[in-house]
């Protein structure tokens, strides 16, 4: 496992943008799917996107065209670009990893590391 640590959640207006990091310590992201997660209160922690160790990225249909997921092997971070926020993005954002993950990039459960989350609001 590694340990994730969340940064960048804040307080924005619709229609702007946000970028979320995240930083791993304990062990190399190199060979990782790592994914953001995200839960609004009173609902289920759903998938947001993935990036695994190949380069490929996933995701969810919600913000496809908006965000843009990226890691920076070399400093062991990922980060997401979130553009044309809605308040329907507003939610806590987990940051997840699971090393050699060769399916279900999608599911909560196909991950062993979690960090703290992070809070992103957005205003209408």
């Given at each position: ?19 979320l990091s995240c ?11 790592v994914a953001w ?5 009173g609902k289920e ?80």
């Amino acid at each position: 496992q590694v340990q994730l640590v969340e940064s960048g959640g804040e307080l924005v207006q619709a229609g702007g943008s946000l970028r979320l990091s995240c930083a791993a310590s304990g062990r190399a992201f190199t060979n990782y799917c790592v994914a953001w997660f995200r839960q609004a209160p009173g609902k289920e922690r759903d998938f947001v996107a993935a990036i695994c160790w190949s380069g490929t990225t996933y995701y969810a249909d919600s913000v496809k065209g908006r965000f843009t997921f990226s890691r920076d092997n070399a400093k062991n971070t990922v980060s997401l670009e979130m553009n044309s926020l809605k308040p329907e993005d507003t939610a806590v954002y987990y940051c997840a990893a699971k090393a050699l993950l060769y399916s279900g990039y999608q599911h909560v459960r196909s991950y062993d590391s979690w960090g703290q989350g992070t809070q992103v609001t957005v205003a209408s």
